[in-house]
């Protein structure tokens, strides 16, 4: 009996650790599920294996990927057997006897996945015998390759041109980042008979403009951003359920029509926010991420984060729930070192493994780049899923370029006064150090006496924060995730001290950024 099958959300969830689809990702994902071909064309980086492998696993059976290099079988069969999936691949840097145990196993139904170069694959043999198995999917990476069209013509990529007719009924998916209308009309019509479903997926949106800023006042940093948006709807993401309802009484208080909303609330409640938002003009949702799914509302004009979201692809998520008319629509992020501290003890007591853990790292080390980039946001932004594109020109850094000023001196001192107050004391505390103020803990354990206390006076604690906050952000300091905030010293961090490499810092934009604001309207 065929087992029960399993949802493609479920997959994308447990077996990969993905709260959602990427944009193109489901549609994709849907077709090739429903038995229908494919030709995806998505930026190296976007998110193309996912597209493949989830309907793989939600299919059942055996599923056949094509892929042109052993390295790149190789990476991404480790890769499902970390996520215990069942996946091989027979190719030439393995021996013999290798190859044939695992083409055992394949014909006993025990692989998902089977990775194989098209020259493999297209022997009347492997063919032959594969069409005897359960094959369910046929995915073909490097799709351009097929055609004449394309940079890197592979004569054998020709001959899976005589796929459909060897596996009848068997969808298949075609995936490529580069092709242009011919070379897509080309492999349409070799692959698939002109049969197949076309999707290409950009991740720009133009019309949303992105800005961030380091937390100082988040209550008047919000007050400032809604100004001049009076009777526009927009949601305001926090982290948790009771900071979703402290900041809708704060903007009811201020005169806004506000509601909170989250997972914590009867389902009633959560219905009636719900409509209130789509019905009704000039309605801000303070809510947390159980916000959004499958809200499609078209003239959602701002989202202001209060909080850090857990990466770019949970931010590009919540983002994209604004202007989906194509009207101008404004992003606002507000973010400290404490919103980075929670999300790493977030991240190291999530269940999962090491592995699982470190990806996570990675992922909010790209959010804070992000938050912290002295270049374009959308650039960035894009960059993290593949796209590349000219500086916007309507961000909050393009409108008001940052300014990068040689901070290797001043990041000396914060890393001494790191080290001389022992490395377990939080920002705060060292930057009342550098500044020259003392407090209890200072005058009890004597940091007023050290070398470093007051070297800074004159920039003041203020520029202390920023430049710790820049320091954990370029990786120069750690911050202890499972206690109270300690800093303690990296090894970039030692490198920097002993006078290895340079930092430069971008002076907080708070106040100018406030006033591009205001011009703007
Ligand atoms: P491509 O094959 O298009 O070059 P990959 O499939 O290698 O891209 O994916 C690039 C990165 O994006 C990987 O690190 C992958 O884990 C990540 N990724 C893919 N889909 C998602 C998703 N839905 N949510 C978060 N990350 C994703
Ligand atoms: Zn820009």
């Given at each position: 009996a065929r087992p029960r099958p399993v949802s493609p959300h479920d997959i994308l969830r447990?077996?990969?650790?993905?709260?959602t689809f990427r944009p193109g990702q489901e549609g994709i994902v849907t077709t090739l599920l429903a038995g229908r071909n494919v030709l995806a064309v998505m930026p190296t980086g976007s998110g193309k294996s996912l597209c493949y492998q989830v309907p793989a696993l939600a299919r059942g059976g055996l599923a056949i990927v094509v892929s042109p290099l052993v390295a790149l079988m190789q990476d991404q069969v480790a890769a499902l057997k970390l996520a215990g999936v069942a996946a091989e691949s027979i190719n030439s840097a393995q021996d013999r006897e290798e190859n044939v145990a695992i083409w055992r196993r394949v014909a006993a139904g025990e692989v998902r996945l089977l990775y194989l170069s098209p020259e493999r694959l297209m022997t009347e043999r492997m063919v032959g015998a594969l069409a005897r198995?359960?094959?369910q999917l046929i995915a073909i990476d490097e799709a351009h390759c097929i055609s004449q069209w394309g940079p890197a013509f592979r004569p054998e990529y020709d001959m899976l041109q005589t796929l459909r007719q060897s596996f009848p009924g068997v969808p298949i998916g075609a995936f490529t980042a580069t092709a242009d209308e011919a070379t897509r009309r080309d492999i349409v019509g070799k692959i698939f008979g002109g049969d197949a479903e076309v999707y290409v997926a950009g991740f720009d949106r133009p019309n949303l403009q992105l800005a961030v800023s380091p937390k100082d006042n988040a209550k008047q940093q919000l007050i400032d951003f809604l100004?001049?948006?009076?009777?526009q709807s927009g949601i305001v993401y926090a982290l948790s359920r009771k900071s979703t309802e402290e900041w809708a009484a704060f903007l009811v208080s201020k005169g806004f029509r506000a509601i909170a909303y989250h997972a914590g609330m009867s389902a009633e409640d959560r219905a009636e926010a719900q409509s209130l938002f789509m019905t009704e003009k000039g309605v801000i949702v303070c809510a947390t991420i159980a916000f959004g799914m499958g809200i499609d509302k078209p003239d959602v004009r701002f989202v202001f984060h209060a909080d850090l979201p857990s990466s770019l692809d949970a931010y590009y998520q919540e983002i994209g729930r604004a202007g989906r008319d194509g009207s101008p629509a404004d992003v606002k992020m507000v973010y400290g070192l404490g919103d980075i501290q929670l999300r790493r003890r977030f991240i190291d007591q999530e269940e999962g493994g090491d592995e699982r853990r470190r990806r996570e790292h990675k992922r909010l080390d790209a959010l804070v780049a992000y938050c912290e980039a002295p270049e374009c946001r959308r650039q960035n932004l894009l960059f993290y899923f593949g796209e590349e594109s000219p500086?916007?020109?309507?961000?909050d850094v393009c409108l008001d370029p940052v300014h990068l000023v040689d901070g290797t001196a001043e990041a000396q001192w914060v890393l001494e006064a790191v080290k001389t107050t022992g490395q377990r004391f939080g920002a705060a505390h060292v930057a009342d150090v550098l500044a020259g103020k003392s407090n209890e803990k200072g005058d009890t354990l004597r940091h007023t006496e050290l070398p470093v206390f007051g070297i800074g006076k004159a920039q003041g604690r203020q520029h202390w924060q920023s430049m710790i906050r820049q320091l954990v952000g370029g990786g120069y300091l750690a911050i202890d995730?499972?206690?109270?905030g300690g800093l303690s010293i990296s090894p970039k961090g030692h490198a920097l001290a002993r006078g290895d490499g340079s930092f430069r810092y971008r002076q907080d934009p708070v106040r100018t950024s406030r006033k591009a604001e205001r011009a703007r309207k």
């Open positions: 447990k077996t990969f650790g993905y709260e198995l359960n094959v100004d001049g948006r009076a009777g500086p916007c020109g309507n961000c995730v499972a206690g109270y």
